[in-house]
Every structure is written in C-alpha cells, then in structure tokens.
C-alpha cells in the first residue's frame, strides 16, 4: 500500500480552512499515487481546542464540515482526526476519534484510548475513552490497519496499563496509523522516534506517524512525520518546523531495504526554529498585520527577541525602542542602534529621563524627600518603558513581545507591568544560558547581534553600575539549580547543589521561585520549549507553605 503522510499546519477553530488543507493534501497524495493520506490529530478543529468543544454549535459545524470530505474519499482513502460524539453516556460528550474515509462514506472511526491529563494536557475534560480497540479492514486485499490517535503510542513512557498498538497487533494489524499533535520540545524528534521503533519491533507493525505543524498558542508543534517498519527502521522521515507531504509504498521489499538517514538540526537551531514559528504562527493566525514592538535595551534578551521576530515575521514588521534613562550606559545606547541596523528593523529613540524625574518629585510629595527611594526607584524605570511601549502598541497596533528569560522569570527578577507587559514571553521558556548560545548561533553566518551585547556583563540599568549578579547568583549556578526545581521537580532537599553553590542558596532559590508564583500569573504567554513551561503545563498554587522535606 502506498501511503502518503500529511503534515498541516491547522489552525484552531478554523473549521472550513482546516478542512480545505485536508482536501488539498488529498488532491496531491492522489495525484502522487497514493492509495491512502494520513492526516494530523484533531485537524479539523486544530488542537487544541479546548473549551471550545463545550461552544453550542461548534463540534456540529466540524462534523459538518466531516461529511463534506467524504466525496474526497472516491479518489484516495483518508484518514483524519476529527472529534465525533460519544457513544456511551456520561459528562464527557465526545471521542477523540481516528476517522477513515473511503469510497465516499465513512468507513470506520477509532476512538483516543489513552486520555493524557498531565503537563499542557487536560483530554479527560472533553473526551471518552476508547472500551476498546479493534483493526479496520485495510481494502483491496490489504491486512486489517490499527487507528490510533497520539498517546496510544506512549503507553511505554506513561504506565497507563493499556498498550493498545499491542492490543491491535494481536487483532491482526499489521500497520499502525497515528494521528497526532504532539508538541514540541527541544530534542522531541528523537525522542518519538525511538520510542516508537520499540514499540514497532515489539509487536512486529509498521507505524505510520503524522504530526501537526506550526504554532498554536503556547504550544509549538514541529511536525517530524516518519514511518517505522516493522523492524524499528525509520523508512521516511518529514522535516521540522514546516508543512510536508511524503508517499511512502509499505509494501516495498523489506530486509533489502535501507533505512533512511535521519538527522536533525542541533539543539540549539531547534530551539531557533521553535521559537520563530511560535511567534510567527502567533501573528498569522490572529490577523496581526502591523507586526511587533519590541524595547531595545542593548541586552542581550532584547537583543535575541529582536533577532527571532525579525527571523518569524521579516525585519519590515518589528519596530525596536531605544528607551535610554539616567543609568543607561553609552555602549548599551551604541549596541542597541547597532543591532537594529545590523536586523535592518525600525528603530526609535525615546528618552524617558524627562518622565523619570517628574516621578521622583510625585515621590517626593508621597514619601518624602530621600536621595533613594530604592526598588520604588528602580521599578518605576521599566514601568516608564512598559507604558510607552504599550502606547505605541494602542496607537499603531503592534504587539509587544516581552524579553525577559525563564532565568529571570523563575526569580522574579522582572517588574511587573515594566518588562513583564506585553502579548507573547518570546523567551520565557529559555534560560540565560540558552540565550546566549541562540546568540552566538545568531551570528553564524554573519554579526547580527553586537559583539558588545554578548561580552558585557548582564545588567538591567535601573541603578548605578548595577549587575545581575548584584540580585542573583551567577546564570551557570542559578540555571542548573532551576533545571533540577522545574524540569526535575525537585524540591531544595533532593537538588544537587552544582559546582560553585551550597545547600543554603538552593533553598534561597526555591524558595525564590515559589514566592514570585504570583508574577508569573501575570506574565504573557510563555512559548513552551522545554517540558515543563511556566503556564498550563506548571501548574503551582500562589499560596502555599510548603518547602520541601529535610531529604
């Protein structure tokens, strides 16, 4: 059987688009010569949809938008994830269905049967699970396929105590169809791959794998379709980060064959790609023409984000501020000027002197005269740049990208409405040290980012010759102490303090990244690159007392 794998780029609530992809792609699998087109989970209505599934009238209009594929059906089989209502009564109203199209009608559907509910995931919200799990005739002739949706094949990295590729093996299934939205993660593509050759040579099936591409929201899916024979030998393999199509004959001589050299970007021009179209998919998808404002401080933070937006939407859409105030230094205002030519993006000047000085004599009248009104001081200089960069937002319609790193969002070290106001976290999910390698990896063919923004020493210039390290540890210690509390999920007693560090500035730390849950709340959506992101997947109580045992 010739099989031609799919990989669109939906978009959520977008039912009669979403719909036309699939048509298109199915024009093209046929006209290739395939006799089937596998499709991504839930394609119709993008995934995720979320509460959008309890919207009157919403799963109606997709099922209307279903039947009108099936006269796609009469020219090459399609098999598509599609949301259907729930055969059995209960609170959850609808499956999460494997749909096959053939000869005009609907042939077959397979509900989801493993339901995730951890990380970014809440499936058991809308979904009935699958009773149980039965092949579907393969037609003309061919052996019987297995429908499975996208966790049906991690039963061996989550102890669900269900295996349902096994279940479909032993029923006779000798290819294995998966239709999924997988997000992305930094170094995800091997990580699926391997899993799913296992489970492959295991139970002795091919496995056809179709993931979605493009951005939704926080999530970031990166495609990296392929198919396994039944030896665990990947046979095809889709690339990263952009819509494809690939016909592949399964029924292509098997031991004689070789496998396909599969090798993925490193990790670093992953976290590029993943970042770019998350932010691009992001405008594109809400209709944000005017493009993005970004407050150019001639940090290196600001500098990456500037770098990526021009990347995602091209250099004519970003507008860099220069926001120069009385701590600013000379070569941070130079950088800043430098990189916005370098980018070949729009670049303004506001000096927020003026404005500053008028705040310290409010304070003056609130508080009395001082010579320091400390943090009050300090904040009040990126709350000036919070308001003016969203006053260029209200008056031209740009979105603001904020620039603070996960380092700095993990501590709070970010004001609120300052640097924290904006649409997207571009780099809420990197860590410092993350920041500075997509720097470097920026510059490869050519600076775009300054020199000068990468050497010098980290500082926010809201005080006299101030520092990071003034406030944090350095980023080397801070980032790993992090990686352990939020990837690990660790508490302070079970950290392993890295070189350079002590079991008492770990507790400072976590106790750090607890306290400062309450910003995080009101930050702006963070694009999730690893696998534990601050927003839906983390999580964590504002209120809470708990510190950890003593180990």
């Known amino acids: ?33 395939a006799e089937l087109v596998v499709l991504p989970e839930l394609v119709l209505t993008g995934y995720p949809p979320m509460d959008l599934l309890e919207r009157e009238g919403f799963v109606r209009d997709q099922l209307r938008e279903l039947g009108a594929l099936e006269g796609a059906s009469h020219r090459i089989a399609i098999a598509l994830g599609a949301v259907l209502p729930s055969p059995e009564p209960g609170p959850q109203r609808w499956i999460n269905a494997a749909v096959l199209l053939r000869d005009g009608e609907r042939a077959a559907a397979r509900a989801k049967s493993l339901l995730p509910t951890y990380d970014v995931f809440d499936e058991n919200r809308y979904f009935a699970t699958a009773a149980r799990r039965e092949p579907v005739p393969g037609g003309s002739g061919e052996p019987p396929l297995g429908l499975t949706v996208c966790e049906d094949t991690w039963c061996d990295e989550i102890p669900y105590g269900i295996d349902p590729v096994g279940e479909l093996a032993a029923a006779g299934a000798r290819t294995i169809l998966n239709l999924s939205a997988s997000p992305f993660h930094v170094g995800k593509a091997e990580e699926r791959r391997g899993m799913m050759a296992e489970l492959a040579r295991r139970h002795g099936v091919s496995i056809v794998f179709a993931n979605q591409v493009g951005g939704n929201d926080e999530l970031v899916f990166d495609g990296g379709s392929f198919v396994v024979d039944a030896r665990g030998r990947v046979q095809a393999a889709l690339p990263l980060f952009e819509p494809a199509l690939e016909v592949v004959d399964l029924a292509a001589p098997g031991p004689g064959r070789a496998p396909a ?145 996960k380092s700095e969002l993990s501590l709070g070290y970010c004001t609120l409405y300052g640097d924290t106001v904006g ?129």
């Open 423 to 551: 649409g997207v976290a571009v780099l809420g999910d990197v860590y410092k040290r993350e920041v500075y390698a997509l720097a470097h990896h920026a510059n490869r063919a050519g600076e775009r980012i300054p020199r000068g923004v990468i050497d010098k020493p980290p500082s926010a210039e809201l005080a006299p010759d101030q520092l990071d390290t003034d406030d944090l540890p350095p980023y080397e210690i801070l980032d790993a102490i992090l990686e352990q509390a939020i990837e690990g999920q660790r508490d302070a007693a079970h950290i392993e303090p890295p070189p350079g560090s002590s079991p008492e500035q770990v507790r400072e730390v976590v106790t750090r990244l607890d306290r400062n849950e309450y910003k995080r709340r009101q930050a702006p959506l963070v694009l999730r690159m690893s696998t534990k992101a601050f927003g839906s997947g983390r999580r964590l109580p504002i209120v809470h007392r708990y510190r950890g045992g003593p180990g």
């Open 1 to 33: 059987m010739r099989v031609a794998i799919a990989q669109v780029n939906p978009t959520v609530g977008d039912l009669a688009g979403n719909r036309q992809l699939v048509e298109e792609s199915a024009s093209k699998a046929a006209a290739a010569g």
């Open 261 to 405: 050299e599969v090798t993925d970007p490193d990790l670093v021009s992953q976290l590029e790609s993943g970042l770019v179209v998350g932010i691009r998919d992001y405008f594109r998808k809400q209709g944000l023409p005017p493009g993005a404002v970004i407050g150019l401080s001639g940090g290196i933070d600001s500098a990456v984000t500037a770098h990526l937006a021009a990347e995602a939407l091209g250099p004519d859409r970003v507008l860099g501020v220069l926001m120069p105030g009385p701590f600013s230094s000379g070569h941070s205002v130079r950088d800043a000027e430098a990189l916005a030519r370098n980018l070949g993006i729009e670049a303004r000047t506001v000096d927020i002197r003026p404005i500053y000085e008028r705040y310290l004599d409010a304070f003056a009248g609130l508080f009395g005269e001082r010579d320091d009104y400390g943090i009050a001081q300090q904040n009040i200089q990126s709350r000036i740049r919070g308001a003016v960069l969203m006053a260029v937002s209200n008056a031209e319609g740009r979105l603001v990208l904020a620039t603070g790193n």
